[in-house]
Structure formats: structure tokens, C-alpha cells
């Protein structure tokens, strides 16, 4: 089924640009994470997983939806075994784009007060996505590791619990599918109060190479949203849970004085459940996702700030009612003591 408007949501799922091991920071250290990012796709999965070309709501075809997005973190060692974090990533959408074929619909096919099968111009060239993701805030617990309560040199298991806040999206006004000029078509994420958790277990398989088990669980009690480009004006929204697992080996080795090679393969799985708008749920709206993203990274460790560097590609393996996004990202990390 080709539901664009739905789609859309999840066409920049959140990146996993942040490693999802159960490290923690040191006590007294700041870390500051930069994240630019730049996402294409040409396909989508329908709902039984095949796919499909990107179409709008009356069946033109797009040439493809592009964004460039920025995002930024905030940690810092609160102790030994508790880190404090703001997490903006994915942040902001700097740029995108949705162009699709112009073409001539029906007044009937948009719903318009005319009669139903006036020609109406149909411009979705320059359609947009939303702006802004919305915040995590949260703690990183470590329960298990070398400094951590419960003491081991082999695994570490940390906990998370943290909330998602909802930053402002466009307004349900700035949709306009009709007018030959910019408009936003979908908002990138929910804009959602959200309560939840995320688990790490990592296992030293010797001292370079580890591997990590992640899980995150975000649950979105219902909600009235108002003026909401994704679900309307004064609408009950019961959005269900983000649910993420993931499995990613890490090799970290020293190259040379002061830096320190990295290497990430992480496997990622994302999904949710079909979501109710005022109590109805809306039919094969559920979707799901799972991708790879190989990445390198070096760690200089004896610069005037400790810099780690990082850039990987995030390949969509499989998946239902999702966009066949395609990521590339830098990462920037720059660490200070206090």
C-alpha cells in the first residue's frame, strides 16, 4: 500500500551515531557530540515488505526524498558509574526535500469544496519535512563494570531510564499540497511526551573486542496534540512504542601514541505498532526496520582535548512501511574534564 503521508514519519529514524555500549564517562568529564548527517531514499516497503516507488497520496511519483540533518549531545560523569545526557539526534532537519511530479487531480482526490472532478494542480515539488526531532534526557546507570557497584573486568550491563520531550513542530496551516510553493508535508518524529529505557550489555571478548547487546523501549501514553501536522488539530493520539534492539561488535585497538583505531558493526531493528487516532487505529500503520551501519573511528587521546572522530553508512536491509533510507554521518566527540 503506497501511504506516503504515513511513510514520511519515519523517513529519518533515529541514527544510531551514538554507540549504544554500557560505557560510561569518568567522573567530571563532558563530552560533546556533533552529528551531521545526509539521507536519501528512492523506494519504500510497502506493508508486506516490498518495495515500492515513493508516491503521494494520489499516486505521483517522487523523485526521491533528501535531508541534511545536524544533531547534538550533551554527557557528563556525574560519577564513576552515572552519566547524565541531553540527546538531540537526530536534531535538525538544515534541508530537505520530497519533490514529486506535478500533475492536474481531481478536486475530489484532496477533499476540496469543489465539484469532484474539477482539475486541480497538484504541486508537491517542493515539499519539505519538518524541522526538528524531538529530546531524550536521561542518566546512564552502569550496575556492572569496572567501577560500578557490582564489580567486573569481563561485562558490563548498564540502564538508561530516561523521557522524550516534544519540541514545536510546523502547523497543521503549512500543509498545502495545492500551492505551488514550499510547505511541510510531515513532521520527522512524533512531538510526543514519551516515558522509557534503555538496556546495555557488553561482553569483553578480549581486550580490543567487545560485544554489545542494546535495547531501548519508549512508551507514548495517549496524548491530546494540537495543531499537528502528523495527526491533526485537537486529536487524541495514542501513539503505542518505539521498540529497538540491536547486537554490535566493537574492535578498539592502539595504533600509535595517543590514538586508537575503532571499529562498529552494528545490526539494528526498530518497529512499531499500528497507533490510534481518538480511540480508531489506523490501519497498517505499524512498520518495522532493520538495517547495518559500518563505521571507523580514530581517538586522539593526547590533543589538547581528547577528539574522536567517526563516519559510517547506515544500509536498510529490510522492512515494512518505511521509507529504503540510506544514511551517511560524521561524528564528532570532544571530551573536557571539570
Known amino acids: 500500500m503506497k501511504r506516503l503521508w504515513i511513510l514520511i514519519v519515519l523517513a529519518s529514524l533515529v541514527l544510531p551515531v551514538f554507540a549504544d555500549d554500557a560505557l560510561v564517562l569518568p567522573q567530571g568529564v563532558l563530552r560533546i557530540s556533533i552529528a551531521p548527517s545526509y539521507g536519501f531514499a528512492k523506494e519504500q516497503w510497502d506493508k508486506d515488505g516490498e518495495a515500492q516507488d515513493i508516491t503521494s497520496a494520489v499516486g505521483t511519483k517522487s523523485d526521491g526524498i533528501q535531508y541534511f540533518n545536524v544533531g547534538i549531545a550533551f554527557e557528563y560523569g556525574v560519577t564513576d558509574w552515572i552519566t547524565a545526557a541531553i540527546q538531540?539526534?537526530?536534531?535538525?532537519?538544515?534541508?530537505?526535500?520530497?519533490?514529486?511530479?506535478?500533475?492536474?487531480?481531481?478536486?475530489?482526490?484532496?477533499?476540496?469544496?469543489?465539484?469532484?472532478?474539477?482539475?486541480?494542480?497538484?504541486?508537491?515539488?517542493?515539499?519539505?519535512?519538518?524541522?526538528?526531532?524531538?529530546?531524550?534526557?536521561?542518566?546512564?546507570?552502569?550496575?556492572?563494570?569496572?567501577?560500578?557497584?557490582?564489580?567486573?573486568?569481563?561485562?558490563?550491563?548498564?540502564?538508561?531510564?530516561?523521557?522524550?520531550?516534544?519540541?514545536?513542530?510546523?502547523?497543521?496551516?503549512?500543509?498545502?499540497?495545492?500551492?505551488?510553493?514550499?510547505?511541510?508535508?510531515?513532521?520527522?518524529?512524533?512531538?510526543?511526551?514519551?516515558?522509557?529505557?534503555?538496556?546495555?550489555?557488553?561482553?569483553?571478548?578480549?581486550?580490543e573486542f567487545f560485544v554489545n547487546l542494546y535495547s531501548e523501549f519508549i512508551y507514548y501514553p495517549e496524548q491530546k496534540v494540537s495543531d499537528s501536522v502528523n495527526f491533526g488539530d485537537d486529536k487524541k493520539v495514542a501513539k503505542g512504542y518505539d521498540w529497538t534492539i540491536e547486537i554490535e561488535p566493537q574492535y578498539w585497538a592502539p595504533v600509535a601514541d595517543g590514538l586508537v583505531f575503532k571499529a562498529f558493526l552494528p545490526f539494528t531493528y526498530k518497529m512499531t505498532p499500528d497507533y490510534k487516532i481518538e480511540g480508531t487505529k489506523i490501519p497498517d500503520s505499524a512498520s518495522s526496520i532493520l538495517s547495518v551501519t559500518p563505521a571507523l573511528g580514530l581517538f586522539f587521546t593526547k590533543t589538547f582535548m581528547p577528539i574522536e572522530l567517526e563516519v559510517g553508512y547506515r544500509w536498510p536491509l529490510m522492512g515494512t512501511n518505511n521509507p529504503i533510507t540510506n544514511v551517511v554521518y560524521i561524528l564528532g566527540r570532544f571530551y573536557m574534564k571539570f
Do not use: C
Open 88 to 207: 538531540w539526534t537526530p536534531g535538525w532537519n538544515l534541508w530537505s526535500t520530497m519533490g514529486f511530479d506535478k500533475t492536474t487531480v481531481p478536486a475530489g482526490a484532496l477533499g476540496l469544496p469543489l465539484p469532484p472532478t474539477t482539475p486541480v494542480p497538484f504541486y508537491l515539488d517542493q515539499a519539505t519535512l519538518g524541522s526538528f526531532f524531538d529530546l531524550f534526557v536521561g542518566a546512564k546507570i552502569q550496575i556492572m563494570g569496572k567501577k560500578a557497584p557490582v564489580l567486573n573486568d569481563t561485562m558490563r550491563f548498564s540502564v538508561a531510564p530516561g523521557i522524550k520531550i516534544p519540541l514545536p513542530g510546523a502547523s497543521a496551516a503549512d500543509v498545502k499540497p495545492t500551492l505551488d510553493e514550499a510547505f511541510v508535508a510531515k513532521e520527522p518524529d512524533n512531538h510526543l511526551w514519551g516515558l522509557g529505557a534503555r538496556l546495555y550489555f557488553d561482553y569483553n571478548v578480549t581486550p
